[in-house]
């Protein structure tokens, strides 16, 4: 008999839309919980219709809901309300994304679901989280990075601030939803009653400042973007060899940097006095970064990162996508996915990173995202609804 997943038998109900909410619930469907996925039957998640396209589906979607369930319910119909309100009495946990007060207006806030089902869970994302004096203004995740303080931090010290090439504000706030979710489904086992968990994008954001809201908070000066290297650590950035760009990471100590310096060929760069104690190349960084650039360009990136890799000194190719799709220790891990979706066959999808001994290791494909409401009729027939009322729902608009 297969083991099953940590989150089995676990009934999730997403009433969430475009990236942060469907990432997480895409997280708890890939550790095994059930996921439906409740969507307006005018137009379904508002990310069916984004770029890139492949067979006239939106990839986009499709990498954050696979294997979910899609029922589509107009909450704007009091009898598709109904119907909620009866799964929710089945349900282990509810997962929403919308502005703060819109579940209210349905009659759907925690206060009143917990009547419905004490024991259930329901986490709420928004850009601002649910109290606070900007919680109903909207957020994207370029907002979120804005006024969370990463643009500031991220880019060169002669340039303007910038973003990071994905959406991290969303999925951050993702991985924080799913570990309180989880979190308040082991407590619910001590105390069998179930609770609010609030998210908010712009508190995620702050909670990862990590050493630069220390480094703000010893001298009172906001720190700036240092460009392709660390604020702190010297060397500990990105240098161009003759053909592309590699990455020499975290030389600490004094042994190490010797060692670097003697594998590279020249030794005298460890006794230069700017550069012979951690200090001295913190105080002189930019002329050991000219220094080193200056011996890194004489051979390739590939004969660096070897002669690096067998002295044991940390570093990195800096790979674009397509490396990534190729990079064997990516392939060994399976965290490249094919999926089921007919016309998708060539199609990869980012796995989930999280390895259990629960889960299979050796999985090469998530079962793919489903067309809008393909699931409605089953999951109504599970509610006891006959076909013949599911039909007259239809033309009632309800679902």
């Known amino acids: 008999m297969a ?8 009934r999730i109900l997403d009433l969430t839309r475009v990236l942060a909410g469907p990432f997480a619930t895409q997280m708890l469907f890939d550790l095994g919980a059930e996921v439906i996925k409740i969507e307006n039957p005018a137009h379904g998640d508002d990310s069916r219709l984004f770029a ?37 009495q089945k349900a282990d946990v509810l997962v929403e994304n919308f502005r703060p007060g819109i579940m209210a207006k349905f ?12 024991k259930l869970i329901y986490a709420s994302i928004s850009g601002y989280g649910q109290t606070g004096p900007d919680r109903l203004k909207p957020s994207y995740d370029i907002l979120a990075q804005a006024r969370g303080g990463i643009m500031s931090l991220t880019g060169y010290p002669d340039g303007d601030p910038m973003m990071i090439g994905v959406s991290f504000s969303d999925m951050i706030a993702g991985v924080f939803a799913v570990t309180a979710i989880t979190t308040a489904l082991y407590q619910r086992e001590k105390t069998q009653t179930g609770q609010q968990i609030d998210i908010s994008m712009l508190d995620c954001q702050v909670a990862l400042l990590e050493s630069a809201m220390m480094r703000y908070q010893a001298t009172k000066v906001p720190p700036k973007a240092v460009g392709c290297r660390h604020a702190t650590e010297t060397p500990f950035q990105s240098f161009k060899a003759s ?13 190490m940097f010797q060692r670097l310096c003697n594998a590279i060929g020249h030794p005298e760069i460890a ?23 200056n011996v890194f360009q004489t051979k390739t990136a590939n004969e660096w990162i070897e002669l690096l890799d067998k002295n044991s000194i940390p570093v990195s190719p800096i790979q674009n996508l397509e490396d990534i799709c190729h ?60 076909p013949d009322q599911i039909e007259l729902l239809k033309k009632e608009g309800v679902i």
Request: charged share 25%; hydrophobic share 35%.
């Open 243 to 255: 053909d592309k760009h590699f990455v020499l990471a975290a030389i600490a100590g004094e042994a």
């Open 3 to 10: 083991q099953q997943k940590p989150l089995n038998g676990i």
């Open 52 to 88: 890139p396209f492949k067979d006239d589906k939106s990839l986009y979607f499709e990498s954050v809901n696979g294997g979910k369930k899609s029922l589509t319910l107009n909450l704007k119909n009091p009898k598709a309300v109904a119907i909620l309100k009866t799964l929710i």
């Open 327 to 386: 990079d064997p220790q990516v392939l060994e891990r399976n965290m490249l996915l094919n999926t089921t979706t007919k016309g998708l066959e060539d199609i990869k999808i980012p796995a989930c990173p999280i390895k259990m001994s629960s889960l299979p290791q050796d999985n090469t494909y998530r079962v793919g995202a489903p067309a809008l409401g393909q699931n409605t009729n089953e999951i109504l027939i599970n509610l006891g609804i006959d």
């Open 107 to 118: 009659g759907l806030d925690y206060e009143n679901v917990k009547l419905l089902n004490p």
């Open 271 to 293: 006794q230069d006095s700017r550069f012979n104690t951690i200090n001295a190349r913190h105080e002189h960084v930019e002329e050991l970064g000219a220094a080193l650039q």
